[in-house]
């Protein structure tokens, strides 16, 4: 059997097991197991497995994720959400559409205690959605909004997606959060602007205006206080050189929980579910991280991946070209996978072809706008048919809203997505500006 047919034979056993149902991380793990034994004995496959299993799971860098899922449970159970959307909605009440910026607002400052796209989504809609039913708006704008905004959650640091993206190319995961800041601002400025433009082109969207009172806008920003508050004692910390990634995800958990206690939401069955939650999630990333070292170890065996950089390199195309290609492979990709599971499958296939490409930067800044750009069509996969798992999710909170009109309603928003990728491929200062300041 060649190795390119062996290669075929992986990746169709894992999309026929994702399509009977079985989760993606078992899905990864049989394929990747049965391509092993098809090139080695059982006796090798099993070694791998005994070594591969402590060397992932004993990796210090690894305790980011729990805590920062652990943080955004304890914003998501305390009730921190409310706050944030009765802020944003009283600062953008005056405007046309201002309910809709106020709940993509709320996700990108509930991004920045939270790290999770789909935690991000579900957890504002359960806020904003009856609102903006209550005001009229219609349920294309409020769930395509919602399903949008969420992806903030992986754009705004802290980024479970960046953390992992860190962990396989061996980078610095604080200067991978200060290159997302940046693009995270333009995204929410973005969506905003879609939004402002969307409501003036097509009729009957949302209301005229909808404005707040000066002393509803000073209680929404006592409520939001405490999250300002922990995103400056986390990023502060962080970028002062005071802890690492992983203490600070620690202290900014704490701090979490505390404004959680003291919002005087957090009872006993809540704070029993943050816990709860967090295990599931955190074991599922797991089990999807064993998935995909199960798997990218077999297609190394193929040495596919090698012979494949070096055709891509035996091309010519323009290293820019390449770039392009990679990531519109990743939005394809996206129609089908979930965001951790592409990551962890095509990183280690991707990143050293990305290191070998001349694009006039240092291979250290290369690699953190090359994680930036695959972060941005991550995103996009989120939200865009036929699946769009953000958009599934606050569908699904919207009983009333056929999916179709979801999807009609994320198109101005992948625009936006889209003119925002363009300008980070061709513009790379504009991930790595705060970078270059950092030491």
């Known amino acids: 059997m060649s190795a390119l047919t062996l290669c075929a034979l992986i990746f169709g056993l894992m999309l026929v097991l994702m399509a009977v149902r079985i989760p993606i991380g078992v899905a990864m793990f049989v394929a990747g197991a049965v391509g092993y034994l098809l090139q080695a004995d059982s006796a090798r496959l ?16 690894l305790s980011v994720i729990p805590l920062f899922l652990l943080m955004g449970q304890f914003a998501s159970q305390g009730g921190l959400s409310k706050a944030l959307f009765e802020f944003a909605s009283g600062l953008m009440g005056r405007f046309k559409g201002g309910l809709a910026m106020a709940a993509v607002l709320a996700c990108a400052a509930f991004g920045a205690v939270c790290g999770s796209s789909v935690a991000t989504a579900a957890t504002v809609a359960t806020v904003a959605l ?13 769930t395509a909004t919602l399903a949008a905004g969420g992806t903030l959650g992986i754009m705004i640091p802290p980024s479970v997606v960046l953390v992992i993206y860190a962990i396989l190319t061996e980078q610095n995961i604080a200067k991978l959060f200060a290159a997302a800041f940046i693009p995270g601002i333009i995204a929410m400025l973005g969506y905003m602007v879609a939004i402002a433009i969307y409501v003036r082109l097509v009729p009957g969207q949302a209301p005229d205006v909808d404005a707040r009172s000066r002393a509803s806008l000073m209680s929404g920003l006592r409520g939001v206080a ?23 995800a620690a202290v900014g958990t704490a701090a979490t929980f505390i404004a959680a206690l003291m919002k005087g ?21 797991f089990v999807i991280f064993m998935g995909a070292d199960m798997m990218n170890t077999a297609l190394a065996l193929t040495q596919v991946p090698n012979q494949l950089a070096a055709w891509v390199g035996g091309l010519g195309l323009a290293p820019i070209a390449v770039i392009i290609g990679i990531l519109i492979f990743y939005v394809v990709l996206g129609c089908v ?3 951790l599971s592409m990551i962890l499958l095509t990183i280690p296939i991707f990143f050293p072809m990305i290191m070998a490409l001349d694009l006039g930067l240092p291979p250290a800044e290369k690699a953190i706008w090359f994680g930036i750009l695959v972060l941005m069509v991550v995103e996009i996969g ?3 048919p036929p699946v769009g798992l953000n958009v599934y999710v606050v569908n699904g909170l919207a009983k009333n809203v056929p999916i179709a009109e979801s999807y009609r309603g994320v198109l ?4 936006s997505d889209f003119l925002r990728t363009t300008l980070l491929l061709f513009v790379p200062s504009v991930s790595l500006w705060l970078v270059r300041f950092m030491k």
């Open 46 to 61: 099993f070694n791998f497995l005994n070594s591969q299993a402590f060397a992932r799971f004993s990796s210090y860098d």
């Open 130 to 142: 009856p609102e903006m039913e209550r005001h009229g708006y219609s349920g294309r704008l409020s």
């Open 226 to 248: 405490p999250i300002a508050i922990i995103f400056l004692i986390v990023f502060g910390g962080i970028y002062g050189g005071i802890f690492t990634p992983t203490e600070g």
């Open 337 to 339: 996978m979930d965001e």
């Open 265 to 285: 939401e957090m009872t006993l069955a809540k704070f029993k579910e943050c816990f709860y939650t967090t295990a599931e999630n955190s074991a599922m990333i």
């Open 382 to 384: 989120l939200i865009a």
């Open 412 to 415: 101005p928003f992948l625009v």
